[in-house]
């Protein structure tokens, strides 16, 4: 399986995304912000960072961009799509998932780590995950509050896309909510970093979890 790194100006954790992916078994290459072609991929990650600085808000002047065309007819074509923090702002604002990420609660930049519950199955990123199983992996973000209107959340609710979920919640986000996934349950954004958390030096290997559960779809 083969996957695409999304590069914007700003991207930081592109290459902590290509080393995880990498070393799990996928294919994968750097794809510049500028280019309107995934035809060659599998999958997309959009990893974290500050997407031109984070101007103006969060991810609004990256959904521009002319990769994001691309990315959402791979989405159409029920491909899957990542989303990492800066990455999970940019498929919000580019509408390819709901709802809105605003400042902490506290209104400070968060980097820790924190455990998450795993709220469903039912998705290609934790199919072979336990229900039980909590994961570990850090955060580093100063606007992933995760808030949406009431008929969002019972859509998320009701529909089985709340997938991750934080277990002592950092930033104030309704529900707990960590990571959701469209209605075709092939987008996945999440605020954690599972890349960050996917080598025993990192002190947390749960991370691969996720990218091991895409692998063993196509083995």
């Known amino acids: ?24 078994g996928f294919e994968v290459e750097f794809v510049w912000h500028k280019l309107n072609n995934l035809d060659d991929f599998d999958g997309v990650l959009i990893p974290g ?6 101007y103006l808000r ?12 691309a990315i959402l007819e791979h989405s159409k074509k029920g491909k899957i799509i990542i989303g ?12 390819l998932l709901p709802g809105a990420l605003i400042s902490n609660k506290k209104i400070k930049f968060i980097s820790k780590q924190v455990s998450l ?5 039912n998705s290609i990123f934790t199919k072979n995950i336990p229900i039980d199983k909590k994961l570990k992996m850090p ?28 277990e002592n919640n950092p930033n104030g986000s309704v529900l707990d909510i960590a990571g959701i996934t469209n209605k075709k349950r092939n987008v996945l954004g999440m605020m954690p970093h ?13 991370g691969r979890l996720i990218f ?8």
């Open 212 to 219: 091991e559960s895409i692998l063993n779809k196509y083995e």
């Open 117 to 121: 519950n795993v709220s469903s199955s």
């Open 58 to 69: 969060t991810g609004a002047i990256a959904k521009f961009s002319p990769i994001m065309n």
């Open 194 to 206: 599972p890349e960050r958390a996917s080598d025993g030096l990192l002190n947390s290997t749960d």
């Open 139 to 166: 955060i580093a973000h100063k606007q992933g509050n995760y808030i949406a209107s009431e008929k969002t959340l019972k859509e998320l609710q009701d529909q089985d896309r709340i997938i991750f979920t934080y």
């Open 1 to 24: 399986m083969k996957f695409a790194i999304i590069v914007f100006p700003g991207s930081n954790c592109d290459y902590d995304a290509y080393y995880a992916l990498k070393n799990i």
């Open 84 to 95: 990492i923090c800066n990455g999970f702002q940019i498929l919000i604002e580019s509408g």
């Open 49 to 54: 960072g500050f997407s031109y600085g984070d």
